[in-house]
């Protein structure tokens, strides 16, 4: 599960930002925003900063948080406030197909 969603972060591209709820149902796994968590916990070499809370709210504290900010900012990521301008720089996950294809498929071989 953790390599996967380590996957789904690495796709996030430099300027863009998604929430934790997104990470993880874009890696299929809605509802578990906190083993997204949990997998950048462990982590070196991922894009960290681009994960956020929902709202485009930065959720880490202190230090890190100021981190993140000046990371994000780094990358053209503008905010308002403390919340990051989401109608321009939310990532969209492309549709996942993967298992509705299949699924299709199955059904139309059983029924021939």
């Known amino acids: 599960m953790f ?7 690495r796709r996030i591209p430099k300027g863009k930002v ?3 709820g997104d990470v993880a149902r874009a890696a299929g796994f809605p509802g578990a925003s906190r083993q997204v968590v949990w997998a950048l916990q462990d982590s070196r070499g991922l894009p960290w900063h681009r994960v956020v809370g929902a709202g485009g709210k930065i ?15 780094a990358e053209g990521v ?3 406030g403390s919340r990051i301008h989401m109608e321009a720089h939310q990532f969209n996950w492309p549709k996942r197909t993967r298992g509705s294809g299949k699924r299709a498929a199955k059904s139309g071989s059983a029924r021939a």
């Open 18 to 20: 998604s929430t934790y």
């Open 59 to 73: 959720l880490l504290r202190g230090e890190s948080a100021l981190d993140q900010r000046f990371r994000l900012e």
């Open 78 to 80: 503008i905010f308002h």
């Open 3 to 9: 390599d996967v969603i380590r996957d789904t972060i």
